[in-house]
């Protein structure tokens, strides 16, 4: 008989949902029999969850009704937990930004990018860990990339502040809601340098996303901890978006005709960055005084709309064959390049994000990476609605941001190099064009 006992596992886990922490023995496993339906903290509609005495030979739980179960759940909140949680190390990643930033689109382009992406460039899985889970997300890459061939103008719903982008959990005398966050497996495959040693270096992805509107006043509450995962996230990505900016937009007149440029959407994203530190600072009993310790990648957004103040050219990818030919590998230098490029780009024209920035994290830890979720500009639809031509979007390095985090702060995924060797292909040293200006 296999049990949980048996299997290589993690030290402690940490519930991707209430963030309770805890040894595996401790968590709950879903009852599967029709009799077993009611549960303390989701419901008369949910199933029961459980500590297990009794296990099939074959590894699967055994309900008090005889059912053989193989989901496993918090023993605080009863969520949800994917079974690779507790299996290898996790990590937390959380995606922010001003309504209308462009987040969503970006959120869909960059798995799907990374989907195609690791495993043929990287030699690495990137898949669901959860498809359940993460059905929201399938559903807006699908959108955006799934064409029919039928020539049709697509748009993505905001991310929601209520409804499928939540759960409820009652907690007796108060019931809370929790953000649902997504979850993918990254692991080692055939040509990679630790595909041998698969098991030690591959990773779960649990990714949060927020609503622009969470980080309004009073938004965050004790029964509706909508951002509270920040604090807990080993990586923070800001999205910002330039577009909505009175200094960019006077910037671009004449030159960009992006409807983007000239929709009526102007927001203070300097005030929503500084929500997110004190709140991060908050949670983690930092004093307001001193920086986060974890790294903060601001994803300058629609950059096909902004892209010729730096020049007017796609942005080559940042990565190069190894010597071997059987995986590639980043190159760090034109990232941090292109970092450097784009903090001045800002410090010039608004230089409060990048204060508010470096006052929040380490600078050190500040990045800032451009991006484009659809690699051109978008159609007024019939309804208003700005649309893109399904099938037709050219992302441009939103997976750039991920790959680097992973090549610095998870030894053994991601190989990267400052400077290509001469078996590496020919690439620009860096990421924008010469002729491209800064002022």
């Known amino acids: 008989m296999v049990t949980l006992d048996m299997m290589p596992l993690v030290q402690e886990v940490t519930c991707p949902n209430c963030w309770e922490r805890f040894p595996p023995e401790r968590v709950k496993y879903v009852a599967t029999h029709p009799e077993q339906y009611g ?23 055994i309900d008090p009704k005889g059912g053989l179960c193989h989901q496993t759940a918090c023993p605080r909140c009863h969520l949800l937990i994917p079974r690779v949680l507790i299996e290898r190390p996790t990590l937390f990643a959380s995606i922010f930004g001003s309504p209308s930033s462009g987040k969503s689109y970006l959120l869909a382009a960059m798995t799907h990018r990374l989907r195609r992406v690791l495993p043929r460039d990287f030699a690495l899985n990137f898949s669901d860990a959860d498809p359940e889970a993460n059905a929201i997300l399938q559903r807006y890459e699908d959108t955006l990339f799934a064409s029919d061939g039928k020539e049709q103008l697509v748009s993505l719903d905001k991310t929601g502040e209520t409804g499928d982008w939540y759960q409820q959990v009652d907690f007796g005398a108060k019931t809370i809601a929790y953000p649902k966050p997504f979850f993918f497996q990254m692991s080692p495959i055939d040509g990679h340098p ?53 200094q960019f937009r006077r910037l671009l007149a004449g030159v960009s005709d992006d409807a983007q ?75 941090l390049q292109a970092s450097a490029k784009l903090r001045e780009l800002l410090r010039q024209h608004t230089p409060n994000i990048v204060a508010t920035a470096e006052s929040f994290v380490d600078p050190k830890k500040v990045l800032y990476m451009p991006v ?27 997976d750039v941001p991920l790959l680097y985090v992973l090549s610095q702060f998870v030894p053994g995924l991601v190989p990267s190099v400052k400077q290509a060797g001469n078996d590496d292909r020919s690439a620009d040293s860096t990421a924008f064009s010469k002729e491209g200006a800064t002022s």
């Open 194 to 246: 630790n595909a041998d040693n698969a098991s030690k270096v591959s990773r779960t992805l649990c990714l949060y996303d927020n609503a622009g509107e969470s980080f309004q006043a009073g938004a965050d509450r004790p029964d509706n901890p909508v951002t509270q995962h920040m604090a807990k996230s080993g990586c923070l990505l800001f999205v910002y978006d330039p577009t909505q900016e009175s």
């Open 372 to 398: 484009s979720a659809t690699g051109g500009p978008p159609t007024r639809m019939p309804d208003g609605r700005l649309g893109y031509l399904a099938g037709s979007l050219r992302p441009m390095w939103v």
């Open 39 to 61: 549960d303390l903290r989701l419901g008369d509609q949910a199933l029961r969850r459980f500590l297990p005495t009794y296990f099939h030979p074959d590894g699967r739980a």
């Open 261 to 335: 440029v000239t929709a009526d959407r102007v927001d203070r994203q300097d005030v929503l960055l500084a929500e997110a530190a004190r709140r991060v600072k908050t949670y983690r009993g930092i004093p307001m005084t001193a920086t986060h310790d974890r790294p903060l990648i601001v994803l300058i957004s629609k950059f096909d709309a902004w892209q010729k103040l730096v020049g007017d050219k796609r942005l080559p990818e940042p990565w190069a064959p190894h010597a071997s030919k059987k995986f590639c590998v980043l190159r760090a230098d034109t990232v």
